[in-house]
């Protein structure tokens, strides 16, 4: 069970919103939350005296088992060297060239931490998870987000729309979802439907897909590859961590390079 979560924060709105989010699912799993500053440029002690005071009587911190800490260092570095079950980060995200070469603080801890990673772009209600959308290519990246899926499901009682982007020029609508059911009935996942979208651009498919569905979660598997891999494998994730405005789970998993 997670009793551990870590909550960066630099303050901004975003990460406000992180907080506030964080706490609804803290109560409900009775974790400790561990609010993290990374200090990675001089800053005047007086307002950092007063932004730490200003979260710290947080309402929604209350009723929580909670504490704050501040160290020096590189920003991602310095969050997933933390020895937590769960990171809950907000971001506001990036598009574009921007998300792809750039990229946010969020996208690389989700990408390099060993623990899953919660993106949240709004205030969101964490403790109501009614419907997860879970993208997969049935693969064994998205073999190992099984175990994430049943404990969401397990906590939440959710129900899972499994979905695949397709090229119709290859293959039929038809047999997508039959090797989606497969793979769902292999794993042994309860309450789920399947659907195979048709187009080319996965990323943008999987996001428009998730908000016409009006979904509470993104389930999502990420790597930390790098160059031409990130080219070629990476930049689905990254376009959906870096644009979605629905909240996103994300576990980073190890796969041998391409």
Not at 53 to 81: C, N, P, T
Not at 85 to 103: C, N, Q, R
Not at 116 to 128: A, E, Q, Y
């Amino acid at each position: 069970m997670m009793k551990r979560f870590l909550v960066p924060t630099d303050f901004t709105d975003y990460s406000i919103f992180a907080i506030s989010s964080a706490a609804g699912l803290a109560e409900k799993l009775d974790a400790e939350v561990i609010l993290l500053h990374v200090l990675d440029e001089p800053t005047d002690a007086d307002d950092l005296a007063n932004e730490v005071e200003r979260v710290l009587k947080m309402a929604e911190l209350k009723e929580l088992r909670y504490h704050y800490k501040q160290i020096s260092g590189d920003v991602v570095d310095s969050i997933v060297e933390q020895q937590v079950d769960l990171i809950i980060m907000g971001s506001e995200g990036a598009k574009g060239l921007e998300s792809f070469f750039v990229g946010t603080n969020a996208e690389k801890v989700a990408k390099q931490a060993e623990c899953p990673v919660v993106i949240v772009k709004t205030r969101t209600d964490l403790t109501s998870i009614d419907k997860i959308v879970f993208p997969t290519n049935m693969n064994r990246e998205d073999d190992k987000m099984i175990e994430e899926l049943k404990f969401l499901q397990l906590v939440f009682g959710s129900k899972v729309h499994i979905v695949k982007a397709f090229d119709d020029t290859l293959v039929s609508q038809r047999d997508v979802e039959k090797r989606l059911t497969d793979f769902a009935e292999f794993h042994q996942i309860k309450d789920y439907s399947v659907s195979a979208i048709a187009g080319i651009d996965e990323g943008e498919l999987i996001l428009h897909y998730a908000e016409k569905e009006m979904a509470d979660l993104l389930l999502l598997a990420t790597h930390n590859r790098k160059g031409l891999d990130r080219i070629f494998a990476g930049h689905i994730s990254t376009e959906v961590i870096n644009e979605s405005n629905i909240p996103i789970w994300t576990k980073s998993i190890d796969l041998p390079s391409l």
